[in-house]
């Protein structure tokens, strides 16, 4: 089953422009990831925040969690070619089980 | 350098020749999971392991087995493979489970292996 889910499926902006996902879950969260991933790699870690935090930042990126309604955006500003890849949300699925459950991804184009 | 390592990355096989794709870290990681990753389907995790001896079912584990014998190895295992298990196979590993509370998650993910059966 999809926990995740992700709006846009893609997204195609100017360099220097800010691209902004969001991503919905269904169940009660302990975290919720963001990786990133460049065509048919392996998937990098960018930033994780806790279902008791409502914003976090590193470097360009800033995500949002709106635990009420079960929704999280990340936001990319200034964006750069090399920003060109696909963007995922990550949940667990609450309690202690060891299931990590992926949104479908937003596939972002960064134009130089 | 910290690295998760699956073997082999392209496999192109028959329909039920029994095959393995190795995965090994080198983080002394606990817990380690596979996915697979499929055209408008996202990933899908298949099975996870907590620790050496312990492992779970996935979203999708039906014709799947998984071993965790060592800390550091978690080999996926199709007995009988089928053309609807081509796909693109990652594995990861992390100190911690997904939904621990205290210290980060992050998850360090293998290089992949392109999966065909022909």
């Known amino acids: 089953s999809q926990q995740g889910e992700e709006d846009p499926q893609a997204l195609s902006i100017q360099e220097g422009e800010n691209a902004t996902m969001n991503c919905s879950y269904k169940?009660?969260?302990?975290?919720l990831q963001w990786y990133r991933q460049n065509s048919g790699r392996g998937l990098v870690h960018l930033i994780l925040?806790?279902?008791?935090?409502r914003e976090k930042h590193s470097g360009r990126l800033r995500v949002t969690l709106d635990t009420s309604k079960k929704s999280s955006s990340l936001l990319i500003t200034a964006s750069r070619a090399a920003d060109t890849a696909s963007y995922f949300c990550?949940?667990?699925?609450?309690?202690?089980?060891?299931?990590?459950?992926f949104g479908q991804g937003t596939t972002l184009q960064v134009k130089p | 350098e910290a690295q998760v390592t699956q073997n082999p990355r392209y496999l192109i096989t028959v329909t039920g020749k029994k095959l393995t794709v190795t995965c090994s870290q080198n983080?002394?990681?606990?817990?380690m999971s596979w996915y697979r990753q499929d055209p408008g389907l996202g990933l899908r995790q298949i099975y996870y392991?907590?620790?050496?001896?312990?492992?779970d079912k996935g979203d999708v584990p039906e014709g799947y087995k998984v071993s965790r014998k060592e800390k550091r190895n978690f080999p996926l295992i199709l007995e009988s493979p089928s053309p609807n298990q081509t796909s693109l196979y990652f594995c990861?590993?992390?100190?911690?489970?997904?939904?621990?509370?205290?210290?980060?998650?992050?998850?360090?993910f293998g290089q992949g292996t392109r999966l065909t059966v022909v």
């Open positions: 392991s907590m620790n050496v001896e312990v492992t």
């Open positions: 990550a949940t667990d699925a609450g309690g202690n089980t060891g299931k990590l459950i």
């Open positions: 990861a590993s992390s100190s911690f489970p997904p939904g621990f509370q205290g210290s980060s998650t992050e998850a360090f």
């Open positions: 983080m002394n990681h606990e817990y």
């Open positions: 169940t009660s969260i302990n975290n």
């Open positions: 925040i806790r279902s008791n935090e």
